[in-house]
């Protein structure tokens, strides 16, 4: 059995608003599996090798499978990062949460209208640029926290300051 499919063809405006949503949730979705490693490292592991990578591996998989506001619940009743970015991500979860579930449905009919378009697009930028940011945050969190462990994250963070700086 094969699926059919009508084709449907968008507007520029409206193609111009599935790129940058699909662009806001690639990052959301990156900011999402970072706060997975967080609590996979700090939560499940807690010491640098007291289990084995494929132990550990099956926590970092049922982690991923947490939704935003599963995962900040979580990282919040562990105290697993700093109350400050822990209210940074609560923030954030509302404005990710408009995103997925309410920003098409709200805005499709305003794709037309220049300025109306523009805010919508501002928005949506405004929350890739937070999600990109937190998501540094938390990677930086983590880092600290390795570190206070004894790992040595010298080359992890020569490594990302290469990869920012391109």
């Keep these: 059995m094969t699926a059919?499919?009508?084709?449907?063809?968008?507007s520029r405006d409206v193609a111009s608003l599935y790129y940058i949503l699909g662009e806001a949730l690639c990052m959301i979705q990156l900011l999402e599996d970072a706060l997975s490693h967080s609590i996979t490292l700090k939560k499940d592991v807690r010491v640098p090798y007291s289990m084995p990578k494929?132990?550990?591996?099956?926590?970092?998989?049922?982690?991923?499978?947490?939704?935003f506001g599963q995962a900040l619940k979580m990282?919040?009743?562990y105290?697993?990062?700093?109350?400050?970015?822990l209210d940074r991500l609560a923030v954030f979860l509302a404005e990710r949460n408009w995103l997925v579930h309410k920003c098409l449905i709200e805005n499709i009919?305003?794709?037309h209208e220049a300025?109306?378009?523009e805010q919508v697009f501002y928005k949506i930028k405004t929350i890739f640029n937070t999600?990109?940011?937190?998501?540094?945050?938390?990677e930086?969190?983590?880092m600290h926290f390795s570190e206070l462990r004894g790992l040595d994250m010298s080359g992890v963070r020569t490594a990302i300051e290469r990869y920012y700086r391109l």
């Design 4 to 10: 059919q499919f009508d084709k449907v063809l968008a």
């Design 54 to 67: 494929a132990a550990a591996a099956v926590f970092l998989q049922k982690n991923r499978s947490l939704t």
């Design 75 to 77: 990282a919040k009743k």
């Design 79 to 85: 105290k697993l990062c700093s109350d400050i970015l």
């Design 109 to 111: 009919d305003n794709m």
């Design 115 to 117: 300025l109306k378009r």
């Design 131 to 138: 999600a990109n940011i937190l998501q540094r945050a938390v």
């Design 140 to 142: 930086e969190d983590l």
